[in-house]
């Protein structure tokens, strides 16, 4: 039987609320005396039971990992300003060390590893790629991946892309239930989304809500998902799940007055995450295009001023000397309207497009200058890469018989790392074990010299252990941050 349009309000809204518990679809139906509808009315609105997530948690849930990271802590002098108690306080409760500076220099006692982070991740393929966060891993002497099955790995950091907040590290591992990845452009505002992570520490934790958002500008070479999804510190690096079971982002950063949730929260969408990865697995880094340009907003009023239909493209405030941009043509002022036949909407458009493409690639920029659309060809640069993560094979020594006996794997210096520390020549140390670690040497240091004779790269590095008496002690020439110092080796007997 019909309800009739004078039941009570209260009433109905206690039919429609039974239905959606009972999880029934109800129909806002017209009452029993109205009016037949017109042709031009909508029709009528649908509205669902809430979804069940149960089935996405069981076929999902296994590939998402807890990742806990490592730090080495001098045991003699530890982090400024912070006692043992207070330390050991930070330990017992399971929470990350804050991250101080450290006063241990080359030379020092011995370090010991210490809980420096927790975040999440989840499985890439079946043989043991971990998809994560870079600041998840950052800074990280290891990495521990546990399972949800309790098993527990040592991982391999492969590379971490700090632009873009990805990251990848391998474990030993086969056979492991490899997640499904979606399509971000079916993606739609309003749907239901899950995550799945280990925030506070506390594994295998389900959060769900709705995408707020999509191609939210918060960053030169992301368009973020904003969800309403719950997100703490320690959901970082896991996955964004769509109602389909397949990975859709990857949650990254939250807006937060408090340090906890308060409903906003952003995800990587999965095909930038996808992309960069494969990079990170083929060469460790990700390479990205440039062409050397300062950009700036344009106003809707200038836009109009110099001709433009709507505001569209981006406006040259400079041009770097020399730069693909300089060669080809460009000037300040000039308005960059496409690139490539795509066309520039926002400022945060152009940069998207440049990095995304192979440096060396012959592109066409157009710009608006004076009245006049000029197609300019230009030849893509190469951002400087950041200081790696992690060490590629290509870097890395094999190390030699002495260079084993000392406990030394060392590298090539990195542009970037000449950079930062303003040198010209050194080597950087990979891993320092044995008679290295008990002389206080540690990972990311450099050698300027060795045994008095100075050390350029690898070969000079070799060249000099081959002189050594590998019986007696070995001078080395250290660079530590700021720091320069001679350190003594002195081999096992």
Known sequence: MPHSTNTPWRSRLAVAALALAAGSTWLAAPAAHAQPAQATEPAPLVVRGLPDFTQLVDLVGPSVVNIRTMEKVSTRQGYSGMDEDMLEFFRRFGLPVPNMPRR????????????SGVGSG?????????????????DADEVLVTLTDKREFKAKIIGADKRTDVAVVKIDATGLPAVKVGDVNRLKVGEWVMAIGSPFGLENTVTAGIVSAKQRDTGDYLPFIQTDV???????????????????????????RSGGFMGISFAIPIDEAVRVSDQLR??????????????????????????????????????????????????PGDVITRFDGKAIDKVADLPRLVGNTKPGSHSTLTVLRRGKTLDLPVTIGEVEPDERTAAGPAEEAAPS??????????????????KELNLKQGVRIVSANAAAARAGLQEDDVILALANTEVANIKDFEAALAKVDKTKPVNVLVRRGEWTQYVLIRPAR
Do not use: C, W
């Open 282 to 331: 083929a060469t460790g880094r990700v390479t990205r295009g440039r062409i050397g340009v300062q950009i700036g907003p344009l106003s809707k009023d200038v836009a109009e001023s110099i001709g433009l239909g709507k505001t569209q493209g981006v406006l040259v405030s400079a041009v770097e000397a020399d730069s693909p941009a300089d060669k080809a043509g460009v000037q």
């Open 230 to 256: 719950a997100i703490n510190p320690g959901n970082s690096g896991g996955p964004l799940i769509n109602m389909r079971g397949e990975v859709v982002g990857i949650n990254s950063q939250i807006y937060s």
């Open 401 to 418: 018989a002495t260079a084993q006996q000392l406990g030394l794997t060392v590298e090539n210096l990195s542009a970037a790392k000449k």
């Open 104 to 115: 241990q220099g080359p030379g020092e006692g011995p370090s010991q590893a210490q809980p």
């Open 122 to 138: 989840f499985i890439l393929t079946a043989d043991g790629y971990v998809m994560t966060n870079a600041h998840v891993v950052e």
